[in-house]
């Protein structure tokens, strides 16, 4: 049975990106009608909004979508696409696998992490009072000598409900894909109301996988080392949003950076499959960026699909180019300005004659 995915193309590298990304799913077998539904800067000239009711629509209405990296312009008070897009569909928990894959120049090779985000609440909830405003003033008051006067406040709401969530995801996925351990993050020591909380929850949900999957918790900072120095005891992270985003980063960072980092935003019954990187305006149209992390973004999105063999066969493609050096992007040359670089669409072709001859 086909599947109607939603594709997202995206506005700076996206479209060329997306392009590749769907010519090398299409090539997997796997049998997907695209409906394509453009959102970003161009649409925000043409509709009067980055980010039209129809696109949202369309990916609650098909529960799937790939999507391509969209700008958020800087001071101009436009709301990120990104960020709107989680919130309208509650895409509560985000998925970032790193893996390293040889041939990608990394200090640590082997590692084979995932990290899960909460991405709804916690600092980037938004509640924020500028200095000087009623309400930061009142929380000043609330706080008992303990903030300083004059003081901006952010607010940093954790609940139980949105706790229970994230981590019960990270232990399914755990099960889903044969993972050996989930270990949540966060750091109780200081923040015993909200990180507390997290913690506490996170160990009635573990006792639920007892005998299946192991438990266990470390605080954000001693997390931190122990992911460059032994990111090998590790296997399924999870932890709030703010410490999720820094982690995440730092987990993609060790297996070879942007270029080859996929992930996804997925709440009840719908998924946003995506890059971690941006829109690299400076590269829009020049064939140039490496289309690996939107790709693996897709192989992500078939396991979704339950269409198993043909992510792996994609996997198992984009593996062997890279480990091969050959027809790779410039970022996966031993230097920048390597001569024998490909394009985006060569490194594509390169993927789909990989399959062809699998
Ligand atoms: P970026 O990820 O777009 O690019 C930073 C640098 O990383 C690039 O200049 C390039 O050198 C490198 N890079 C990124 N992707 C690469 C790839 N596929 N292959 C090779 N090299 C790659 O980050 P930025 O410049 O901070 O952000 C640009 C825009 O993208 C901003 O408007 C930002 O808001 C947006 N953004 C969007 C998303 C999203 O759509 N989910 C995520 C992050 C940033």
């Known amino acids: 049975m086909g599947h109607t995915v939603t594709l997202i193309p995206g506005d700076g590298v996206g479209p060329e990106l997306s392009t590749a990304a769907r010519r090398v799913i299409e090539a997997s077998g796997a049998k997907i009608e695209w409906e394509t539904q453009e959102a970003g800067l161009a649409v925000m000239e043409r509709e009067g909004t980055p980010l039209p009711e129809r696109v949202s629509e369309s990916v609650r209405r098909n529960g799937v979508a790939l999507k ?29 696998p790193c893996k390293h894959y040889p041939g990608v120049r990394t200090r640590f090779a082997g590692v084979d992490l995932v990290v899960v985000r909460e991405n709804t609440e916690d600092l980037y909830a938004g509640v924020e009072f500028a200095e000087g405003s009623v309400e930061a003033d009142q929380i000043v008051r609330l706080g008992g000598g303990r903030i300083r006067d004059g003081s901006a406040v952010s607010i940093k709401p ?35 109301a909200t990180d507390g909380l997290f913690f506490r929850t996170a160990r009635e949900v573990a006792r639920r996988y007892e005998g299946r999957v192991q438990y266990d918790e470390w605080l954000v900072d001693a997390m931190c080392m122990q992911l460059v120095q032994k990111p090998e005891l590790y296997d399924v992270l999870v932890m709030p949003n703010l410490y999720g985003d820094i982690l995440s980063d730092l987990c993609a960072g060790l297996v070879g950076g942007l270029g080859v980092a996929p992930g ?34 897709g192989v992500l999105m078939l396991h979704y699909l339950n269409e198993n063999e043909t992510a792996d066969r994609v996997e198992r493609a984009v593996a062997a180019v890279i480990a091969e050096g ?24 390169a993927i789909i004659a990989k399959m062809r001859e699998a």
């Not at 391509?68 to 998925?95: F, H, W």
């Not at 969530?165 to 270990?183: E, L, S």
């Not at 941006?278 to 973004?297: F, H």
């Open 68 to 96: 391509g990296p969209i700008t958020t312009p800087r001071g101009t008070g436009i709301r990120s696409v990104n960020v709107a897009l989680r919130k309208e569909l509650d895409l509560y928990a985000c998925l970032r």
């Open 264 to 297: 996804a935003n997925i709440g009840a019954g719908v998924a946003v499959f995506e890059a971690i990187h941006g829109s690299a305006p400076k590269y829009a149209g020049m064939n140039k960026v490496n289309p690996t992390a939107l790709i693996l973004s």
């Open 158 to 192: 954790i609940s139980a409900f949105a706790s229970q969530r994230i981590v019960d995801f990270a232990f399914q996925h755990a099960v889903a894909n044969g993972r050996k351990k989930v270990t949540a993050v966060a750091k109780d020591n200081i923040m015993k």
């Open 326 to 349: 050959k027809s790779v992007t410039y970022d996966l040359k031993p230097r920048r300005d390597d001569p024998t670089a490909v394009g985006t669409k060569e490194m594509a072709d």
